[in-house]
């Protein structure tokens, strides 16, 4: 059974910049879609940006100029990288994965920007 764990969260100041690490366990084949999703407060989940197997990469609306996607084929492992942290960053940031036609979710991490 596949299993996304993600890592990375927690209380950051503005300004500051985050790494957000999803590692993928329960399967040794490269994952066809992993990437990131994000749910503000009181909001919907909205897509970040998912990476394909074939590095394509698509942006959702939550995307912006100051993240960073990267992916590990090998190792199934999709990282996100935030710049110049805002208050409007703070969401549950979760992990996702499409294989085979099922979806896969992380639990999620929190992400707080806060003086």
């Known amino acids: 059974q596949l299993q996304l764990l993600e890592s990375g969260g927690g209380l950051v100041q503005p300004g500051g910049s985050l790494k957000l690490s999803c590692a993928a366990s329960?399967?040794?084949?490269?994952?066809?879609?992993m990437g990131w999703y994000r749910q503000a407060p009181g909001k919907e989940r909205d897509l970040v940006a998912i990476?394909?197997?074939?590095?394509?990469?698509k942006y959702g609306a939550s995307w912006k100029g100051r993240f960073t996607v990267s992916r590990l084929e090998e190792t199934n492992e999709v990282h996100l990288n935030i710049n110049s942290l805002t208050d409007e960053d703070t969401a549950v940031y979760y992990c996702?994965?499409?294989?085979?036609?099922?979806?896969?979710w992380g639990n999620g991490t929190l992400v707080t920007v806060s003086p």
């Open positions: 329960g399967i040794r084949s490269p994952i066809y879609v």
């Open positions: 990476v394909i197997r074939d590095g394509t990469i």
């Open positions: 996702y994965a499409e294989n085979y036609g099922l979806d896969y």
